[in-house]
């Protein structure tokens, strides 16, 4: 049979899984203030501007008549499904979120959430990276999940202490150079 003649159902990409971060079972979902902020305001932006536009085009593809070789009524329907999957994602994420301030622990040179922290490696090479939430993530910047094995290899530790990270190819062993926080806001 012609795939023209094959109705899709609207729903078939709704079982497309996007590949993001597990929150480890039991574990809270950790996230600074900047990144609790951005994930509300992405929330607000597709709520109150990206959905209603949608809403308004695919209304009027909708009163052009036949919906079937309708391109803005189809893209604008697989549209809004992407975004009300978006919406339910960040909904879930801001429902478990557990807000730490790293600010609290400006001045101590114990690792933990949201430090950030300067390394060098066996081989010399030295490393900064910012420990952050699941959410926040960015390893090109430096910003490297809680969970990631690199993060609890740190954590705890303190400024000038040695900590062994098992990786795929051994054991490495990591010096830990500096300890930094962003310093407290004033209020």
């Known amino acids: 049979m012609n795939k023209a003649f094959v109705k899709e159902s609207d ?3 709704d079982d497309d899984e996007i590949a993001l971060p597990a929150i480890p079972a039991g574990a809270k979902n950790y996230m600074t203030p ?3 902020q951005r ?3 992405e929330l607000l932006h597709l709520i109150d501007e990206e959905r209603p536009e949608v809403v308004r085009v695919v209304s009027w ?3 052009n008549g036949d919906r079937s070789e309708n391109g803005d009524y189809l893209y604008g329907k697989k549209r809004l499904r992407e975004i009300d999957r978006r919406i339910r994602f960040l909904t879930k994420r801001l429902d478990n979120a557990e807000v730490v301030d790293p600010s609290v622990h400006h001045g ?3 690792i933990f959430f949201g430090a950030t922290v300067h390394y060098e490696n066996q081989r010399g090479e030295e490393h900064t990276v ?3 939430g699941i959410d926040e993530l960015d390893p090109l910047k430096g ?3 809680w969970i ?7 954590t705890k530790a303190r400024e000038g202490d040695e900590v062994v990270l098992q990786t795929p190819s051994g054991v490495e062993q990591l010096t830990i150079l500096d300890v930094t926080y962003p310093p407290p806001q004033a209020q």
């Open 11 to 13: 729903g078939a990409d």
């Open 34 to 36: 900047q990144g609790h």
């Open 39 to 41: 994930i509300k305001d």
């Open 61 to 63: 593809a909708a009163s």
């Open 108 to 110: 101590s040179d114990q």
């Open 130 to 132: 910012t420990i952050v």
């Open 143 to 145: 910003r490297i999940s």
């Open 148 to 154: 990631s094995p690199v993060a609890r290899a740190l």
